[in-house]
């Protein structure tokens, strides 16, 4: 057992593991098991038909959109809470280390999170005036501003989600999890990057041309915050507050403009 033990790269097997208990949870237990359990509580009684018609048409009708919109922050927050939890445990020895690192080497890193993370701000503004530009629609943020836009219950769940909840698992998982499997610097930067856009632009619809235009202000942050956590001595803590405090300017300017 010892003599196999030698061989077994642990941060690897965690690293594996954390990248695909994201994907089985995003692309089997939430379409057919999550999803149809919370859809079937909040539509009781209503004509499933009619609410159909009213999203997909966009129906003039606040009681649907209401519902639609409970259904997909309580889907979103139950899946994120579940991932948060599960990333965490599995992580739990290395963000305890991290965090001590953190509170060591904060003045070591501190300039170059801050120039990284201004860089990192300025081109996803820059990346995002430039997709602005396309006629296709980048479903993930649009959705997201809607609830966002909704009502201050649905802003204080969503703000949750954006804010804290999302930015942990996806440097879990895109950061850690990605350049724990893949030992070339290089080669993770690019499938952490592309990875992080690709996610995020799944729902959306449009010519290649537009969903590459779309995809690069998650091209900027995925690049941004990967070079953050491989310059930190590929500290964990300085990718999830840079991501943290990236979501936090987009809500605190969405509450002031909305």
């Known amino acids: 057992m010892e003599e ?25 237990i939430v379409p057919y098991m999550i999803t149809p359990i919370i859809f079937e509580i909040y539509t009781k009684g209503i004509d499933l038909e ?22 997909s922050i309580c889907i979103n927050v139950v899946v994120d809470a579940i991932l948060f939890i599960a990333l965490i445990a599995l992580f739990y020895q290395d963000i305890i280390k991290d965090v001590k ?27 995002s005036a430039i997709s602005n530009s396309v006629t296709a629609e980048n479903v993930n943020q649009s959705s997201i501003n809607d609830m966002l836009n909704s009502n201050s219950t649905n802003f204080l769940f969503m703000a949750l989600l954006v804010v804290i909840l999302g930015p942990v698992v996806e440097e879990l998982v895109f950061r850690k999890g990605i350049f724990g499997v893949i ?37 900027a942050m995925g690049f941004g915050f ?15 507050l840079a991501h943290i405090f990236m979501n936090f300017t987009s809500i605190f300017l969405l509450f002031f403009y909305r």
């Open 50 to 71: 009619y609410f159909k018609d009213v999203i997909i048409n966009g129906l003039d009708d606040p009681y649907i959109m209401s519902k639609y919109y409970a259904i």
């Open 183 to 219: 030992k070339n610097p290089y080669a993770a930067f690019i499938v952490s990057a592309l990875s992080f856009a690709i996610i995020h632009l799944l729902s959306s619809e449009g010519s290649i041309a537009d969903m590459m235009l779309m995809s690069l202000p998650y091209l």
């Open 101 to 127: 690192r953190l509170r060591k080497d904060s003045a070591k890193y501190a300039n170059l999170f801050l120039i990284a993370f201004i860089i990192c701000y300025l081109a996803n503004v820059i990346t």
């Open 226 to 240: 990967s070079y953050i956590y491989y310059k930190t001595d590929k500290n964990i803590m300085y990718s999830i």
């Open 4 to 28: 196999i033990n030698k061989y077994i790269d642990k941060t690897v097997i965690k690293s594996f593991c954390a990248v695909l208990i994201y994907f089985i949870m995003d692309y089997v």
